[in-house]
């Protein structure tokens, strides 16, 4: 991309790994919250190094993964992407998945990717438990927000 683009931009190719790397070939493991659900750090670092792998096999420098809400509501339509429920737990499993992305070295090796931590912080307390439904903010959070956006 270097040579044939017209200012010599290089291209940052990313994909996403919520299970194993999204592109076509590679390997798909259980969705996140099997993975969380074994509570094994070591077999879940073992995924993810596999998907690293697979990764930078086919170009893939970035990767948006892992998801690191918490399930909160059963009726959410995005509860398979995240790890659990409980707090603890989604932090050991994250940064086991962190571990087998980036590597547990200071700069990534020719087998890791870098790791773009996701949240879906807004969408989770939608109402009814729908993915593209209103949230509901408090009174008092939406005064801060309008005064906010105001003053810039």
């Given at each position: 991309m270097i040579e044939r683009s017209r200012l010599g931009i290089?291209?940052?190719?990313?994909?996403?790994?919520?299970?194993g790397l999204m592109q076509q070939g590679a390997t798909s493991f259980p969705q996140a919250i099997a993975?969380?659900?074994?509570?094994?750090t070591t077999l879940v670092e073992q995924v993810f190094t596999a998907a690293a792998q697979e990764g930078r096999s086919q170009g893939t420098?970035?990767?948006?993964?892992?998801?690191?809400d918490l399930a909160r509501d059963p009726r959410w339509e995005e509860p398979r992407n995240v790890i659990a429920k409980i707090r603890t737990l989604v932090s050991?499993?994250?940064?086991a998945a962190v571990f087998g992305l980036q590597g547990r070295e200071k700069m990534l090796g020719d087998d890791h990717v870098a790791v773009t931590?996701?949240?879906?912080?807004?969408s989770r307390s939608a109402r009814r438990g729908k993915n593209?439904?209103?949230?509901?903010?408090?009174?008092e959070r939406s005064a801060k927000l309008t005064s906010t956006r105001s003053r810039s």
């Open positions: 290089p291209v940052l190719i990313f994909s996403e790994a919520l299970h993975l969380g659900s074994t509570w094994d420098r970035q990767v948006l993964s892992p998801v690191l050991r499993i994250g940064m931590l996701k949240t879906l912080r807004r593209i439904a209103p949230v509901d903010i408090p009174k």
